[in-house]
């Protein structure tokens, strides 16, 4: 009976408990799978919350880190089965289920395929039963923690040593803000150990460990060592222009920031901004935003910008009334005192797709207000062009009930169509791709962008494309696991490295330049005392930036992990690339030519730091070893 029982909370079906085991209710996670005979892995999907707004994608990886299987599930594919075969051998397999999802999986394979589950951290993973169990091991001499967020089901985790006995617990109690979690220290011993953990409360659960492998199975005879095998790489450089590179640059803050901060900035050589400009203030101040706005471009020399009209505070529900238009006429009368120089975007409110209650209310303060830009000749030779619609997401719906009826895509084709003729660009925010394999989605989005607003006779887009805000979360719901490590680095330069790839795209801007205490997703962090340190994605950022070229190159990549840009200025070449997996990779690359001319490979690792790396160059192939979780540069000259 005890058996059945740990079977039933496992989630395990009765009919079929002697042949195969179930992983019910995954939101975010890997699942590592290892079989020692044929097997099929088998993903079955039930929506959770919107699901009929927004695609979603499944990934399965081999031992050696290719891509095995990839499943693009349709916003209207509510409910669906995917199935892919398994080959035994010693490597697992990686089934990947990027958060943040809006589907339940559920995962069936073979009871003796070993599996084990790597949850997301301070992210919730999962759904679970109350009572429902897992194992975890420890290490001997590790300083192993236990961690959980509550997220509304799971209240506490309860630990138990297989060995003795010894219990450990933690209560997870709800907090203010979102970072914010509990954790209890396990016991350090001269031998490994194995525990057994039992989740308390039913529905969302956040739990994972820090200080050994973060991987837990559903039975201790599962808990063997992951085995990830070395990948390979192989590059194919053409001669190709596919376009331009975007402009990458960040959000700056609505005040004149302090001269203490100007070592930063031009650290990060930003080359395009994201502004806001609040009606309420400036229909009171006309000239508020006079200074810092001059001093971004004079001092800094920003003269790509977009700036999202917003009330106070951010709240985007604009209307077309005296204040709007009072703080629309100083917005434009501040950018013609700017004398012409690059060009200002203008969004009409912040993310409409998510802040109006249907898109008729929001088009007619479009309308409106683009006929109060296209009044004054004069605000178009100053640069002025107006973008829209500034939306939360593109492809996929914001987060808002009805979320299928607000699709950015949707808005942008229906003004398009209605008034393309006052409109000079597309804009959108790109949330909650969280997952390193996922990014690839951003090169998705571009390219659905660009054939919404299509192409001209030269292959560029008919009206400008600007990513304009990404993040790995909205707001404040941030994981400092995400925000304050190098994974920032590596999930910035993968975003970078898609968003870029075929050439597409004019902008590309991280949200935002500083820390603030309600939202700490800067670039760089505020020590006191007006004192201002790069944090590790500003310290990528600035590394990227320095192997930044103006011209996309096509190239051909047979890899999933490792990320590459190929980019040409004149005579100077550069690959960017960045290695997103923990295997270390072998790179060959075709078509540059050996030797390379002023050739240099650099790399930068967790350290946050740049280094020079060796390469060979024989019979007409560069070759090296990209150790994991590291981005590199490769620079050479044809001249």
């Given at each position: 009976m005890k058996r059945l029982?740990?079977?039933?909370?496992?989630?395990?079906?009765?009919?079929?408990?002697?042949?195969?085991?179930?992983?019910?209710?995954?939101?975010?996670?890997?699942?590592?799978?290892?079989?020692?005979?044929?097997?099929?892995?088998?993903?079955?999907?039930?929506?959770?919350?919107?699901?009929?707004?927004?695609?979603e994608r499944l990934y399965l990886l081999d031992g050696q880190g290719k891509l095995e299987g990839e499943r693009l599930i349709a916003a209207s594919e509510l409910s669906g089965t995917q199935s892919w075969p398994l080959a035994p051998g010693a490597t697992s397999?990686?089934?990947?289920?990027?958060?943040?999802?809006?589907?339940?999986?559920?995962?069936?394979?073979?009871?003796?395929?070993?599996?084990?589950?790597?949850?997301?951290?301070v992210h919730f993973s999962t759904e679970v039963r109350d009572g429902d169990e897992l194992f975890f091991k420890v290490a001997a001499g590790e300083h192993a923690v236990l961690a959980g967020k509550f997220h509304g089901g799971v209240s506490a985790l309860q630990a138990q040593r297989v060995g003795d006995g010894k219990?450990?617990?933690?209560?997870?109690?709800?907090?203010?803000?979102?970072?914010?979690?509990?954790q209890v220290e396990l016991p350090v011993t001269k031998d490994e150990q194995v525990w057994r953990l039992r989740l308390q409360g039913s529905g969302k659960a956040a739990f994972w460990l820090d200080g050994t492998a973060n991987l837990f199975a559903q039975n201790p005879r599962q808990l063997k060592p992951l085995r990830e095998d070395n990948g390979q790489t192989h590059l194919t450089l053409h001669d190709k222009v596919l376009g331009n590179t975007p402009n990458l640059g960040i959000a700056l803050p609505y005040v004149m920031p302090p001269t203490s901060s100007y070592a930063v900035l031009d650290a990060l050589k930003p080359q395009a901004a994201s502004y806001y400009s609040f009606v309420d203030i400036t229909a009171q101040r006309p000239h508020y935003e006079d200074g810092f706005r001059q001093l971004y471009q004079e001092r800094f020399g920003i003269t790509q910008d977009i700036t999202l009209l917003a009330g106070s505070h951010r709240v985007s529900d604009l209307r077309a009334d005296t204040m709007s238009n009072a703080g629309l006429d100083a917005w434009l009368a501040a950018t013609r005192t700017l004398g012409g120089k690059g060009t200002h975007y203008i969004a009409f409110a912040d993310e409409p797709n998510l802040n109006y209650p249907d898109y008729a209310d929001y088009q007619s303060l479009f309308d409106s207000m683009a006929r109060q830009v296209r009044s004054n000749p004069d605000n178009a030779k100053a640069g002025v062009r107006i973008a829209m619609p500034a939306s939360s997401r593109l492809v996929n719906g914001p987060f808002a009930d009805n979320a299928a009826d607000k699709r950015g895509i949707d808005w942008a084709r229906r003004l398009l169509a209605q008034s393309g003729d006052k409109i000079d660009a597309l804009a959108w925010h790109e949330w909650m791709v969280r997952d390193l394999l996922a990014t690839r989605v951003y090169r998705d989005s571009v390219r659905r962008a660009a054939d919404l607003v299509g192409l001209d006779a030269n292959g560029r887009p008919r009206k400008a494309l600007l990513l304009d805000q990404t993040n790995m979360s909205p707001g404040s719901d941030l994981s400092p696991y995400d925000q304050e490590t190098h994974f920032a680095s590596l999930w910035w330069a993968s975003v970078v490295i898609n968003a870029s790839q075929d050439g597409l795209l004019e902008m590309l801007n991280w949200f935002q330049a500083a820390d603030e205490p309600e939202w700490p997703k800067g670039m760089l962090r505020v020590l006191g005392d007006d004192h201002f340190e790069l944090k590790p994605v500003g310290l990528a950022h600035q590394f990227i930036q320095q192997h930044w070229l103006q011209n996309v190159l096509y190239m051909e990549n047979d890899a999933f992990e490792v990320d590459v840009l190929a980019?040409?200025?004149?005579?100077?070449?550069?690959?960017?690339?960045?290695?997103?997996g923990s295997r270390l990779q072998r790179i060959d690359l075709s078509g540059a030519h050996c030797p390379l001319f002023n050739g240099s490979l650099r790399y930068f690792g967790a350290d946050n730091r740049s280094r020079d790396a060796p390469f060979s160059c024989n019979d007409g192939r560069v070759s090296f070893e990209l150790p994991g979780q590291t981005l590199f540069a490769l620079a050479w000259s044809t001249s």
């Open positions: 029982v740990l079977l039933l909370s496992l989630g395990l079906s009765l009919d079929t408990w002697a042949a195969s085991m179930r992983w019910a209710d995954i939101r975010d996670g890997s699942l590592y799978l290892q079989a020692d005979r044929p097997d099929t892995v088998t993903v079955r999907w039930t929506p959770a919350w919107q699901a009929d707004a927004n695609e397999y990686q089934l990947e289920i990027p958060g943040y999802s809006f589907r339940r999986y559920k995962v069936e394979h073979d009871e003796r395929t070993v599996a084990l589950f790597a949850p997301a951290k219990q450990v617990s933690v209560a997870l109690k709800p907090y203010r803000a979102y970072w914010q979690f509990d980019m040409a200025n004149d005579t100077n070449r550069s690959l960017l690339g960045v290695n997103k």
